[in-house]
């Protein structure tokens, strides 16, 4: 069984570019949920797709977009880069939703934005 | 609007010591309270996860307290060890809805 994995490990940008981080969920899963953890800080919902559609979203502007395939892994867009969409993004798996359902987390990526 | 209200930033404790790490939340629809540990470079590993309709759960070494009536959850490492040296988040949800974690609360256990 493998696990949540994520790519690229690490991402350098500047501010007005455009980047796309990639998750593949673990073995089974059909859910995956997107974080951005800023330093010293706790993961902040992004969003989540279940089953290839968006299925709830947290308090993040329209240039955050994302993706799921049929084969369950997901990408993460985010244009117009600002300074502060420097973090850590996590990406979560489980099964049939989220909260109730255990999530596991990728290592994430961290994207710094110059 | 911070939901999950973690306390303390940061906790130094001495091998074998019993660090507690206390949350608050806000929101009492909230009915599924998890605690996950995180190390540098890694991302967050779930630990131990407790439901209001009981006061405590053990899972090895961690225990999670929880008082409904205050909103407030602990989590307690018995027999604490420099492996557990760690950043600890407590984290709520509402039914089948996301996660909304703690700002997190850096332990060191010193040998």
């Known amino acids: 069984e493998t696990g949540v994995t994520q790519s690229p490990t690490h991402l350098i940008k500047t501010r007005g570019q455009q980047v796309t981080l990639r998750c593949s969920s673990q073995?089974?899963?059909?859910?995956v949920s997107w974080y951005q953890q800023a330093l010293g800080q706790g993961p902040q919902f992004i969003f989540q797709?279940?089953?290839?559609?968006?299925?709830g979203r947290g308090n993040f502007p329209p240039r955050f977009s994302g993706l799921q395939f049929p084969n369950y892994s997901s990408e993460l867009n985010v244009n117009a880069l600002e300074l502060d969409d420097s973090a850590l993004y996590l990406c979560?798996?489980?099964?049939?939703?989220?909260?109730?359902?255990?999530?596991?987390f990728g290592p994430g990526t961290r994207l710094t934005v110059l | 609007q911070q939901q999950v209200k973690q306390s303390p930033q940061s906790l130094i404790v001495q091998k074998g010591g019993i660090p507690i790490i206390n949350c608050a939340y806000e929101?009492?629809?909230?009915?599924?309270f998890p605690w996950y540990q995180q190390f540098p470079g890694k991302g967050p590993a779930l630990l131990i996860a407790?439901?209001?309709?009981?006061s405590e759960k053990k899972e090895g070494r961690f225990t999670i307290s929880f008082n409904k009536s205050a909103k407030q959850f602990s989590l307690h490492i018995m027999d604490s060890q420099p492996g557990d040296s760690a950043t600890y988040f407590c984290?709520?949800?509402?039914?089948?809805?996301?996660?909304?974690f703690g700002k997190g609360t850096m332990l060191l256990v010193s040998p």
């Open positions: 979560a798996s489980s099964l049939d939703g989220a909260g109730t359902d255990t999530q596991y």
């Open positions: 073995s089974g899963h059909n859910t």
């Open positions: 797709y279940y089953r290839e559609e968006e299925n």
């Open positions: 929101n009492t629809a909230f009915d599924y």
């Open positions: 407790i439901r209001p309709d009981v």
């Open positions: 984290a709520a949800s509402e039914g089948y809805s996301t996660l909304t």
